[in-house]
């Protein structure tokens, strides 16, 4: 197992001093939608970046630490000294059993709450998905929608929601939950356009998570202007989410409309290829 952190040439304090802003950890910086939000944060927070993936050194010179967040020693070296964590981390994908998902999304997450506890981190920002919902019909979805996983990806991003209501509620870990919708650079079709966000606004959500005095345990949907949207945003709104990007003006050249989905692209369901696809035998493991 590695569980080597890399150290900053200028410490975490103290290029959060020089910078006038709190310290951060980052996990998964090394997946799609860490590599797109870990710049941006860059600009306005101090970053520790963790991942089981190498992770290369930025002229920001981030810390950088590769090691299973499922380690309770692992989770414990992660959050040491900063102000919130942003957990980004996880294996995700259509087919993944049960099994799969117990180390990278149970247990790391149960590892890095704990750590948070007795380690006095007050933020937390847990990545959720729209998956969690994926077995809905497409429409306009609140906050408060039933639960409907569409496979164990899902599953498993419900048990994290429950998790953090527990950690916030007992422990007064400011928390906020983003449930993303797509989080690709461009839209590739109809049904993620309906709940696309894009890398400036799902910062602007995490700061908010991070930031804002009247954050307890909120539930806010990661996704920006979005034509016919699956999802009603007004809890991020009340919060002033104001998002800055429409999924219309980020159409990929190959670009399928709503009209050109069909069932095998799960068109029937919110959460699309997610829900269509077969549900695994939750006993085996596939990776």
């Given amino acids: 197992m590695i569980t080597a952190l890399g150290r ?63 380690d309770p020693s692992v989770a414990a070296r992660a959050v040491q000294g ?20 117990l180390g990278p999304n149970y247990r790391a ?12 981190v007050p933020r937390f920002v847990f990545a959720s998905s729209h998956h969690v919902l994926g077995l809905h019909a497409p429409g306009l979805l609140a906050e408060e929608a039933v639960v409907a996983p569409d496979g164990f990806y899902g599953l498993s991003k419900a048990f994290g929601e429950a998790a953090c209501q527990l950690y916030a509620r007992r422990f007064g870990i400011r928390t906020t939950i983003l449930r993303i919708g797509n989080a690709d650079p461009e839209v590739v079709d109809g049904r993620r356009e309906r709940l696309w966000v894009s890398a400036r606004d799902l910062v602007q ?14 539930v806010f949907y990661g996704t920006s202007r979005c034509p016919d949207p699956f999802f009603a945003n007004d809890a991020a709104a009340r919060f002033g989410y104001q998002p800055q990007d429409q999924a219309a003006e980020h159409r990929a050249a190959h670009f399928r409309p709503w009209a050109a989905l069909t069932a095998a692209d799960g068109v029937k369901h919110v959460g699309g290829k997610f829900a269509a696809a077969p549900l695994p035998d939750p006993r085996t493991r596939t990776r």
Avoid: W
């Fill in 205 to 218: 959500l995490i700061a908010i998570g991070l930031e804002h005095e009247a954050v307890r345990c909120e």
């Fill in 109 to 120: 997450l149960l590892a890095l709450l704990e750590a948070c506890r007795h380690g006095g």
């Fill in 8 to 70: 900053a040439e200028i410490p975490l304090d103290e290029r959060a001093e020089s910078m006038g802003t709190k310290r951060l950890l980052l996990t998964g910086a090394a997946g799609r939608v860490g590599r797109l939000v870990r710049p941006l944060l860059q600009e306005h927070y101090a970053l520790r970046v963790a991942d089981l993936a190498p992770l290369a050194a930025t002229a920001n010179h981030d810390e950088v630490l590769q090691g299973d967040l499922a």
């Fill in 82 to 101: 900063v102000d919130g964590v942003v957990h980004l981390a996880g294996l995700v994908a259509p087919d993944v059993t049960f099994e799969d998902t």
